[in-house]
């Protein structure tokens, strides 16, 4: 078994949020680097990023944290949270990230999707979230 810890991005800190609710967030720490760090020096072998702003509005806002994490820890990192384009998730890949997680475009783009997936084989995962048996795309918000 891989566990995949997370590390959640909001505005450039590390942060948990609570079902989802962006107005009910805790900073956990102010550069997300020092968590996706502390997760390596662990033991962690897998990390599992969210850009949760790019998730909510589509813009990959904490593009630049995510390539600070990169560089921080050499062990294999998922990124997802706002790829809503194949050039979105070519600027994630061209970081270094090992995968890349889908999960709005899936629902709103399936042409999009299917480039990204033919682009990275085996470099693309689905992640979708779901709350009263209802899928939730767009960081919860629909």
């Known amino acids: 078994m891989i566990i995949f810890?997370?590390?959640?991005i909001r505005a450039g800190k590390a942060v948990r949020l609570i079902e989802g609710d962006f107005s009910r967030e805790t900073v956990f720490d102010d550069d997300p680097?020092?968590?996706?760090?502390?997760?390596?020096?662990?033991?962690?072998?897998?990390?599992?990023v969210v850009?949760?702003?790019?998730?909510?509005d589509g813009d990959g806002?904490?593009?630049?944290?995510?390539g600070r994490i990169r560089k921080a820890v050499r062990i294999f990192l998922q990124v997802g949270g706002g790829v809503r384009s194949i050039q979105q998730a070519k600027r994630l890949?061209?970081?270094?990230?090992?995968?890349?997680?889908?999960?709005?475009?899936i629902v709103s783009s399936p042409e999009q999707t299917q480039l990204i997936a033919e682009a990275w084989p085996d470099q693309v995962a689905a992640g979708l979230d779901?709350?009263?048996g209802k899928l939730?795309?767009?960081g919860w918000t629909e």
């Not at 890949?93 to 475009?105: A, C, E, F, K």
């Open 51 to 56: 850009d949760l702003d790019g998730a909510r």
């Open 33 to 48: 680097v020092d968590a996706a760090m502390r997760w390596a020096e662990a033991g962690a072998t897998h990390l599992h």
């Open 136 to 138: 939730a795309v767009r």
């Open 5 to 8: 810890p997370a590390v959640d």
């Open 130 to 132: 779901a709350r009263d």
């Open 93 to 105: 890949m061209d970081l270094g990230v090992d995968r890349i997680v889908l999960g709005s475009i």
């Open 61 to 66: 806002a904490n593009l630049e944290a995510i």
